[in-house]
């Protein structure tokens, strides 16, 4: 086991979250940190135009997890798509970004968060994203049939918010995007501009692209660092005073697994010692189903699968035009007054069809409605499975519908 350079911290997974706290930890002191990312910072096209992300699922930027068959389904198995790159998620998503409702930071118990807000206004009228990492803006140019869905909202009573928001109930508008002149923006761009910024030699930040995180290296119940699978190959321990654990909702809790820190059940399935029982570690896990409500339009007019020559040049000249989309531009919030102060329910409208846009061939004549129960009582898990001596993957069971009334009030 070769044994790397000790840092003051290290942060595994250089996703959303890791990229910006490992750039803020760096730009904080002159301690060295390291970024350990599976993926690589890849210029690809797909992660740069908007309306192209959804042909990263499946790809090779994409981890493909699928969860174990699901009951409440028909036992079908659903794709969760993840991000495999620097930027992680944030780098494959529609880019929307939504402020969780005050209610939910009471719930989830973050007092603190839930009388502040982690957005503030751009002098030029724009909003910036926490500690101004990202621009964010609508997107430039809504797609007729958007702007259509925002009309007939507030015909139904639902107000217009420039800002849309959560905690605005029964509120409609276009969504604010990780985007900046049309093209995506997300955190993975900061590591690249921190280390440009910095040059070799004041830099205080490495980044291991292309390494594998396989346990966590414990000293008498302390993690005191990491050991990993480079891109050679080459099995290797990074110490450290501090782990942070950036790998997300899957990532997190397998690396844990893996190391011998969870449930003991689960650990015991998978032939790992457990050293460190915590029953938490993949427990309660909340996802949100999107019902589709797809529609056949009287004209063809929808987003297009294809972009032609002239669109294309638009886009790269002005970053306008189809390229430009997220897909899901516009949606609401709506029926307040459940569980929690918060919606109920959301609504993403695509003018498209949600379920084959774009891999599948269809006309442009479809349009939908995402409908989502923002709250679901149904809960999962998240354990491992060992497929072979000495490989351990994750096993996904969100469970959904589980919980009759998920089902009762998706009906309603």
């Not at 030029?124 to 009309?151: K, N, T």
């Not at 985007?179 to 070799?200: C, E, F, K, P, Y």
């Not at 929690?340 to 409208?349: K, M, N, P, V």
């Not at 994750?394 to 089902?407: A, F, K, M, Q």
């Amino acid at each position: 086991m070769d044994i790397s350079q000790h840092y003051r911290y290290v942060v595994v997974g250089g996703g959303s979250a890791g990229c910006l706290l490992a750039r803020l930890l760096a730009e904080g002191q002159t301690d060295p940190v390291a970024l350990i990312e599976a993926g690589k910072s890849r210029r690809d096209v797909r992660t740069v135009v908007p309306n192209l992300y959804p042909r990263t699922f499946g790809s090779s930027l994409d981890w493909g997890f699928t969860t174990e068959p699901q009951a409440g389904l028909a036992d079908r198995r659903l794709a969760w798509p993840r991000g495999k790159l620097l930027g992680g998620s944030g780098a494959i998503s529609a880019m929307i970004y939504l402020m969780a409702a005050g209610a939910d930071y009471r719930r989830w118990g973050w007092t603190d968060a839930a009388g502040q807000t982690p957005v503030r206004r751009d002098p030029v009228g724009g909003i910036r994203c926490p500690l101004s990492a990202i621009s964010l803006s609508p997107v430039r140019e809504p797609h007729p049939w958007s702007l259509a869905f925002l009309e007939a909202a507030r015909g139904a009573g639902l107000t217009w918010a420039p800002s849309l928001r959560q905690s605005q109930a029964n509120s409609c508008g276009l969504y604010w995007l990780s985007q900046s002149g049309g093209r995506r923006q997300h955190t993975g761009l900061l590591i690249a501009s921190a280390l440009r910024d910095a040059g070799h030699s004041k830099r205080n930040l490495d980044v291991l692209e292309g390494c594998h995180a396989q346990k966590l290296s414990l000293e008498r119940d302390r993690v005191r660092g990491v050991r990993i699978v480079d891109s050679q190959g080459q099995q290797k321990l990074v110490y450290a005073d501090e782990v942070i654990l950036c790998a997300g909702t899957i990532g997190s809790p397998v690396l844990l697994m893996r190391s011998g820190i969870g449930p003991q059940q689960p650990l015991s399935k998978a032939a790992i010692r457990c050293q460190v029982e915590l029953d938490a570690v993949g427990s309660n896990l909340q996802d949100h189903l999107v019902f589709p409500v797809v529609y056949r339009a009287k004209s063809r007019q929808g987003l297009p699968r294809r972009h032609s020559v002239s669109e294309r040049i638009q886009y790269r000249r002005h970053g306008t035009g189809s390229p430009a989309s997220n897909i899901a531009e516009a949606g609401a919030f709506y029926g307040a007054g459940g569980q929690t102060e918060a919606s109920d329910f959301q609504i993403h409208f695509t003018p498209t069809h949600y379920l084959k846009y774009p891999k599948l061939k269809t006309n442009d004549d479809f349009f939908s409605l995402g409908v989502t129960d923002l709250h679901p009582r149904s809960r999962g898990t998240i354990d491992v499975l060992a497929t072979a001596p000495g490989r351990i993957v994750p096993r996904i069971d969100p469970r959904y519908l589980s919980d009759p009334s998920d089902v009762e009030r998706l009906r309603e």
